[in-house]
Nanobody, 114 residues
């Protein structure tokens, strides 16, 4: 069984920064993909950024240049640093781990508002 523990959401003003962290535990294949998705109210869940265990990164166009994803394979941890946040970044952010099958965290709320 795999579990994902997220932290780091909250309320931030436009232009501010937040760092989201996710730690995975359990039976995890060495080759995997970790990342972040988000779901705004009334919208479908969408990709924010992912990173393979080999270091390949994918960003959504909407966050390119503002977000940086990183991971520590030894600690099964993935971090999303978000800068220059906009109100449209407001959403529940979900950690995702793809290791044989997809696993999801419980979600952490990010609200960007003045």
């Amino acid at each position: 069984q795999v579990q994902l523990a997220e932290s780091g959401g909250g309320l931030v003003q436009p232009g501010g920064s937040l760092k989201l962290s996710c730690v995975a535990s359990g039976s995890i294949f060495r080759l995997n993909v970790m990342g972040w998705y988000r779901q705004a109210s009334g919208k479908e869940r969408e990709l924010v950024a992912t990173m393979t265990s080999g270091g390949t990164i994918t960003y959504a166009d909407s966050v390119k240049g503002r977000c940086t994803i990183s991971r520590d394979n030894a600690k099964n941890t993935v971090i999303l640093q978000m800068n220059s946040l906009k109100p449209e970044d407001t959403a529940v952010y979900y950690c995702n781990l793809l290791t044989g099958r997809p696993y999801w965290g419980q979600g952490t709320q990010v609200t960007v508002s003045s």
